[in-house]
């Protein structure tokens, strides 16, 4: 989007306010420019056409050619050339752009030719004297008097000089172009009044003081020259005031060209009527031109209307969203900024002042904005920018800054490089928002993370190594114990047999326990990374490795066909060991029958084995997933303790939950839940 | 003439597993000569016949406990694999740790056999005579004057 900074911006960026509307009146000001080079252009090649047809009467001798009436003076040869020249020069610089990048070789030779052309005839009038350029072409059959035949005016050697002197500053910039367009209005002058002066036969106009007359013909010539000389550069000057969008441009547009052509008009018809002696044709001419003129005032009035609707409209615009935005703003407690990159100078709302901690009203640059920074973030930051400058991206900074003495003070801004038409950012602007809150909480919350991970690693090596520490003293324990038995049961009294036995029995037990919690703590230092796991393939793992007990109980598995999950295969495989497992350890004087199912839930699967056992007491439901919980004596039924722990431990490892829903004497029914990954919860049907 | 016992030569640290390493190759029956050292240097010390162990015999077989101080068995394994001369020794690492990674690094070494020490002591002293029957009954070695 082209963006201008001057206050036709907000007209610009307004819905509605454009060409695009339905308004006749506002338009671009690219298309005025168009417009106005066209007509360049045109005036170029009919000024071309009307000064080769005159060069034409002259070598072809036809009088009326150079001539409009009899008796009037003629356009000379050497003006005709001249202004030829000057058309040429003009068609040459209204094809080029606006600002070529080179100025046509030949512009300043031919521009220099038509000087010294004026030159040359001005001063043999000043001088009295005769080179023989007059009639140097062609011989001058319209001049019967005495003087000098073919030579023009004076006026005319003037408006040449100046004209051609117009052409070589064209392009120059600066101030000899100023200059050139003084120089070339100067001439539209002379040649308006020549023409005014001829239309009313006042001489004074055409013939001023003691020089010779001007033609009608150069006096036009040289107004239209002029004119498309004041038009061939549209985008400076004054006829850069024409392409005003605004009702300025309107009011130049419609009214200039009336007042300094059609009046003149209408006040020769009105003489040549009333020369006539005729009331009537003057009563209708004054009528037609009231009745033009009121249209015209009506017409550009409804012009400008419309225009001043259309800026409202587009300032209620940008005053409502302007409103919006100060508002968001203040609820999000942040300020906006707007960074003009080439001239760095920062604008900055009233809440930025606030937010950084400088007095409201400072001129605000790269500087003094940077220096507000916190040193240990200033390359973040402006590698950030730069970054999001080169790749057409957001700006997105998290930094500090300086608030001495006070607490630290941390900044999120965020903004957009907006790029001109070469491609080079020109402005930045975005939005600062305190976020110094939302940082403590961060801060605070990833420090109690650390030493929850930290703690929970040195749980797990505490485990690791005391269960691999505590095994080799067990183990000898156990194995002299059994020797003892073995070698010297015979020499031991009773007592001392039992006591024995009790040793040997709890080293085992000690030593089973010392395995579960290896068991345990391998959960996490042993985790494998999670892959995709068909539930299908877990369960039956997990059935070959209970085969034995299933034979043994005549127990049977029902299942269904189960999805896939996102874990570690291992660890799953796990989980169906020990809810299967303690379904058949658990049974009651029933064949034990497992039910294995699942069901899809909205983002996760929830499985389930239900059992026809003894059932869990729902007063122990919580207990019974804590590491050595125990119901039962494991004399009746074996174990550690460490199954359904091992089980919690997995399934939350997992981001799922697991649960019992039993009644006493009613069998269990524990579930689990897995997350489903993200393909799964749209779509449909299993991936096993 | 009798023929000399075998020679076994055990890498352990811990005084009760020497012992009971002795009492289980005596419940096996094997008949062999231990000569016992209690850290990995000791252990290449005794196999190149250095400082106190000019005089020590070829070893048929060596126990090779992993978790020793000074110097690991696993290190031992190395140092091995690094001289030509030392590699004609079988050696079979004998610990508690049933340990996946454990075993994996000492089969990468090149060990002879891995044997996790079964609990209850019956349990080892059959897994004992089990290890000696293969190694210094069943398998031809190298004669004792290759080296």
Known sequence: ?????????????????????????????????????????????????????????WFLGIESWVRIVPDAVSIKTNVALGILLLAVLLLQATGEASTPQRVWPWRRGLAGFVVGLGLVTASQSI?????????????????????????MSEVSALCLILLGTSFIALDRGGRSEQIARVLSLIVFGIGYLGVIGHLFESESLYRPGEMTAQSIQSSGLFMLIATGFALARPDRGLAHRLTNKGSAGVLLRRLLPVVLFAAPLIAWLMTRASAYGDGTLAAYVVVAEVALLVALVMWTARAMQSIAVARERAESHVRTSEERLN??????????????LARNEAWWSPEMYDLWLVSTGTPMHLDNSVARIDPRDRDVVAGTMKKAIADHSVYRCEFRILNPGGPERWME???????????????????????????????????????????????????????????????????????????????LPDQGQQWLSHIANSAQRL???????????????????????????????????????????????????????????????????????????????????????????????????????????????????????RLHDAAVYPGTGIGLAICRRVVERHGGRIWVESQLGEGSRFCFTLPMSGSEQSGQGWSS | MKKPNAILLLAEDNETDIELTRLSIEQ????????????????????????????????????????????????????????????????????????DSDIGEAYKRRCSGYVVKPIGFAAFATAMQLVLGYWLALVALPSRRSH
Request: charged share 25%.
């Open chain 1, 327 to 340: 508002w968001a703003l203040q609820a999000a407690g942040g300020g906006a900024w707007d960074w003009d």
């Open chain 2, 28 to 99: 096996s029956g094997v008949k062999v000569d231990v000569h016992v050292v209690r850290d990995g240097e000791q252990c290449l010390a005794f196999l190149r016949r250095e400082g106190a162990y000019a005089n020590a015999p070829t070893p048929q077989l060596v126990l090779l406990d992993l978790h020793m101080p000074r110097m690991s068995g696993l290190e031992v394994l190395d140092e091995i694999n690094a001289r030509p001369e030392l590699r004609v020794h079988p050696v079979v690492v004998l610990t508690t740790s049933d340990n």
């Open chain 1, 511 to 629: 030593q089973t326990m010392v395995k579960a919690l290896l068991q345990y703590a391998r959960i996490d230092s042993k985790a494998e990374p999670f892959e995709q796991v068909p539930m299908d393939v877990a369960l039956s793992r997990a059935l070959e490795l209970l085969e034995t007990p299933l034979s043994e109980t005549n127990g049977s598995v029902e299942t269904m066909p189960l999805p896939a999950v996102h874990g570690d295969a291992t660890q799953l495989v796990q989980v169906w060991l020990n809810l299967i497992g303690n379904a058949l350890k658990y049974r009651s004087e029933l064949l034990p029958v497992v039910e294995v199912s699942v069901e899809r839930r909205d983002r996760d699967w929830l499985f389930c084995v239900t059992d026809n056992g003894i059932g869990i007491d729902a007063r122990h439901s919580e207990r019974i997933f804590e590491m050595f919980e």
């Open chain 1, 1 to 57: 989007m082209k963006y201008r900074r001057a206050e036709g911006a907000s007209l610009e960026l307004a819905p509605g306010s454009s060409e695009a509307g339905a308004d006749p009146a506002p338009r671009s000001e690219a298309r005025n420019q168009k417009m106005l080079l066209r007509l360049s252009r045109a005036l170029a090649g009919l000024v071309l056409i009307a000064s080769s047809w005159v060069l034409a009467g």
């Open chain 1, 127 to 151: 001088l009295q004297a005769d080179y023989g350029i007059d009639e140097l072409l062609v011989a001058d059959f319209t001049t019967a008097s005495a003087g000098h035949p073919g030579r």
């Open chain 1, 413 to 491: 801004s965020r903004g957009r490089a907006i790029y001109g038409n070469s491609g080079r950012a020109e402005r930045l602007l975005g939005i600062s928002i305190d976020i110094s809150a939302q940082k403590r909480v961060e801060l605070s919350l990833r420090q109690a993370n650390e030493i929850l991970e930290r703690n929970n690693a040195e749980l797990h090596r505490f485990a690791m190594v005391a269960s691999h520490d505590l095994q080799t003293p067990l183990r000898t324990i156990g194995s002299f114990a059994e020797l003892l038995v073995s070698r010297y049961a015979d020499r």
